[in-house]
């Protein structure tokens, strides 16, 4: 009797235990796959800075992202950068790679309605100028 008991009290011990343990939770982050499907939209561009100094933009001003890996701009405003071409993400998912690697925006705000993108082009007088590009889901 008294080896059971203890046997029973131990199951009892051991299912306590195992019942009170904390469970650690791991924040998910944002995978390619998740990143790709929000990213995939045409964006309607909303705002634009030039080292941090508003610029002018129009209700046309927009950029287009496929899931088929092409892309469209309507930026006149950014007279240089390139009108169409094939996009992708980087390895971390923190960056968009627009034709091959000519140009690279940094993903600062992504999700279901807004995206921000910043671009560091250097200009004519070797001089760099950071763009922030506000956009929303249209």
């Known amino acids: 009797m008294k080896k059971t008991t203890i046997f029973l009290l131990t ?3 051991l299912w306590v235990t195992y019942a009170c343990k904390k469970e650690t939770v791991t924040p998910e982050t944002p995978d390619e796959t998740d990143t790709t499907t ?11 800075t030039e080292n941090g100094s508003p610029v002018d933009v129009t209700d ?11 892309y469209t ?6 007279s ?3 009108t169409s071409g094939k996009w ?9 790679i627009l034709n091959g690697g ?16 910043e ?14 590009i506000t956009m929303k889901k249209s």
Do not use: C
Request: proline residues 3%; aromatic residues 10%.
């Open 38 to 48: 929000l990213l995939t939209a045409t964006w309607r561009i909303t705002g634009l």
């Open 11 to 13: 199951i009892l011990l």
């Open 119 to 132: 671009y560091m082009y250097e200009n004519l007088k070797e001089q760099d100028v950071k763009y922030k």
């Open 73 to 78: 701009a309507t930026i006149p405003e950014l």
């Open 60 to 70: 046309q001003d927009a950029f287009t992202l496929s899931a088929n890996g092409n």
């Open 80 to 82: 240089f950068f390139p």
């Open 88 to 96: 992708a993400l980087s390895n971390d998912s923190k960056q968009l």
């Open 102 to 117: 000519d140009q690279v925006l940094s993903i600062i705000t992504l999700n279901e309605t807004d995206l921000v993108l």
